[in-house]
């Protein structure tokens, strides 16, 4: 396939606030991922990380819209689908999977028939055709024995399983595009990991891209291969994998690292994990400038003023971007010297 | 639930001995002799101690046999059977129009509410729960089989019979179960597996008829239950205002003349139909939602 699976294009998404004025959750929010890449969107709650997942899908919450920008998906702009082609859209050409993977499944039909259900609906394909097609699915997401589990409700699977039976759902149409929405948040830790596991596979075997939303650095790291810092609904730091957990360059991102646990042969003894102090901003007030200044340690007169451009910061592999005032200068220093 | 049945028929005993009022007396007439109206009470066997005339009456129930009739000296459940059919038909009909207008009425109100149908439908049980029964039953009358003269007027000897009080009927019940519907639609339609299914590309009536319907359906199978029962003990007004000879008629006729094996058997056979009536309501819930068949 040619052409990235998705393409956003400096999004702007609006949404009314309480008193009508609208709020801007997401800023200026441009990402590419090509087929088979894992790229992970990385950002604190509120920082809007799930409305941008809605956006691609374009599902509620009401009263958003697209206020600039684009959104892709296989080549095509997803806010001028209407009617059919978006049903279509949705479930045929993006999956997606949620938080709490129990809740989204419907509770009083077998898990089999809501597996095949975008196949049938959207290829009309045959009753015998979709039951062997979820057969070969179950079994693929490791669904064992794939029959009898097929057969069960919702309420009787555990979250791991219900996790599965949501992945099969998804994929089942072979879509471009899996967007994960925290898919491993409510799962404990051993499950956690062999769902992430499926789904690393599944994207190498499929050529799935994959838009996982995360907030767990530890998975962001082993499995993403680009990663999107958003502070309060605009992209911090943009760059692979490695350069951002290697030599992140936004303090936000930084800050982030630093605040995660660490085991004590990396970090040195005598640093504590740091807490970012303060807390993102509400909606309704995100400061003027940069963003994050009201936070930030190395904050300057500029940054209070002027919102900081994402700029190319220079990066060993692949492209790097970072809007900070700060870093950009630091970093063409370095390139001077 | 035979334990529920025996319960009510025994309430139904005791109640109609208790009040005043004698059924010899009322077959001998206000002028009759004393000594009349003893020879009635004798034949009738009311002389007798309560408990002697309840232990034989269950005796009879045992065998089948409901007894007979205090003033028209036929046997009870014949009485019943020639009514049956009547109310069976217009408890039925008014049952699945019910249905009808309360299941699309509801769902169309719960998908967009504030919207017109949610207004139209706020109107609508407003009024049919404020307006009785029989009120609707009197207005169709009179426009129906007054004036326009499309419609019989009294009886129940054609099907043309049944349309008037069976949609005087199923108005006040849609009301209330439109409402109910209504409500529980709207309470599924907020819950997270809809975003899961509508991610799925699932949209408009797949939508609601596969997954919410069915979700929703609990407390209508509860209300439905409950009017379905009272639709088969018979509409008492209902039969009274469009002189349908049904079973609401016979056992009102039966308390006036104080014929104790009318009430009784009435009373026992209205019991029997709720039971019947909430226990196939308690298979459908199993139907409907999976998680209660598991819990079992």
């Known amino acids: ?337 | 639930m035979v334990l529920t049945v025996l319960l009510v028929v025994t309430i139904s005993f005791v109640v109609v001995r208790v009040i005043p009022g004698d059924p010899a007396a009322v077959i001998a007439g206000i002028d009759a002799a004393p000594e009349r109206v003893e020879r009635i009470r004798t034949r009738l066997g009311t002389d007798r101690p309560i408990a002697v005339q309840y232990m034989e009456w269950l005796g009879g129930l045992s065998r089948g046999e409901l007894g007979t009739s205090l003033t028209r000296n036929r046997p009870v459940s014949a009485m019943i059977a020639e009514r049956l059919p009547i109310t069976a038909t217009l408890a039925g009909s008014a049952f699945v129009l019910t249905l009808l207008i309360a299941l699309p009425a509801g769902l169309l109100a719960a998908i967009r509410p504030h919207g017109l149908a949610d207004r139209a439908l706020g109107a609508f049980s407003h009024a049919g729960l404020a307006i009785p029964d029989f009120w609707v039953g009197i207005i169709l009358l009179l426009i129906f089989s007054v004036t326009l003269r499309v419609l019989p007027l009294f009886g129940a000897t054609t099907a043309l019979h049944y349309i008037l009080p069976a949609v005087a009927l199923a108005v006040s019940r849609a009301a209330l179960l439109a409402r109910v519907v209504r409500a529980s639609v709207r309470a599924e339609l907020k819950k997270r597996y809809i975003e899961g299914i509508r991610a799925r590309g699932v949209y408009g009536a797949r939508l609601l008829w596969c997954h919410v319907l069915p979700n929703a359906m609990l407390p209508v199978i509860t209300v439905a239950a409950v009017q379905l029962g009272y639709l088969l003990g018979g509409s008492i007004v209902i039969e009274q205002v469009f002189s349908m000879p049904g079973l609401g008629r016979l056992i009102l006729t039966a308390v006036f003349q104080r014929d104790f094996p009318v009430v009784q058997a009435g009373v026992m056979f209205i019991a029997v139909c709720f039971s019947l009536i909430n226990f196939a309501a308690d298979i459908l819930y199993t139907i409907a939602d999976p998680r209660i068949r598991s819990a079992r």
């Open chain 1, 1 to 337: 396939m040619n052409g990235p699976a998705l393409e956003i294009d400096s999004l702007t998404l609006a949404l009314a606030g309480e008193d009508g004025s609208p709020l801007f959750p997401v800023r200026s929010l441009s990402m590419r991922i090509a087929p088979g890449e894992l790229h992970a969107l990385v950002g604190e709650s509120g920082s809007g990380k799930s409305l941008t997942c809605r956006a691609i899908l374009r599902l509620g919450p009401n009263g958003m819209r697209v206020r600039a920008g684009s959104i892709r998906v296989g080549g095509v702009d997803v806010s001028a689908l209407s009617g059919r082609r978006l049903h279509r859209f949705r479930g045929g050409r993006v999956g997606v999977i949620f938080q709490e993977p129990g809740a989204h499944l419907s509770p009083s039909i077998r898990v089999g028939r809501q597996i095949v259900e975008a196949l049938r609906i959207h290829t009309g394909c045959s009753r015998t055709e979709a039951r062997h097609k979820a057969e070969t699915i179950a079994e693929r997401v490791g669904l064992t024995p794939a029959r009898s589990i097929l057969r069960r409700y919702p309420h009787e699977l555990s979250g791991g399983m219900a996790q599965r039976v949501a992945i099969a759902a998804a994929i089942i149409c072979s879509p471009e595009l899996l967007v994960a929405d925290e898919p491993t948040t409510a799962l404990d830790a051993t499950v956690q990991k062999s769902v992430l596991e499926l789904i690393d596979e599944l994207r190498h075997d499929l050529g799935l891209a994959v838009l996982l939303v995360s907030h767990d650095l530890a998975v962001v790291e082993r499995y993403a291969d680009s990663v999107t810092v958003l502070y309060a609904g605009s992209v911090a730091e943009q760059a692979s994998s490695e350069e951002i957990f290697t030599r992140p360059r936004h303090p936000y991102t930084q800050a982030l690292l630093r605040a995660r646990p660490q085991l004590g042969d990396i970090a040195p003894v005598d640093t504590p994990p740091l807490i970012i102090p303060g807390s993102p901003p509400a909606l309704n007030a995100i400061p003027g400038g940069c963003p994050f200044h009201t936070r930030c340690p190395a904050a300057e007169e500029l940054c209070r003023t002027v919102v900081p451009d994402l700029v190319e910061r220079g990066g060993d592999t692949g492209d790097a971007r970072v809007a900070c005032h700060v870093a950009t200068r630091v970093a063409g220093v370095a390139h001077d010297a």
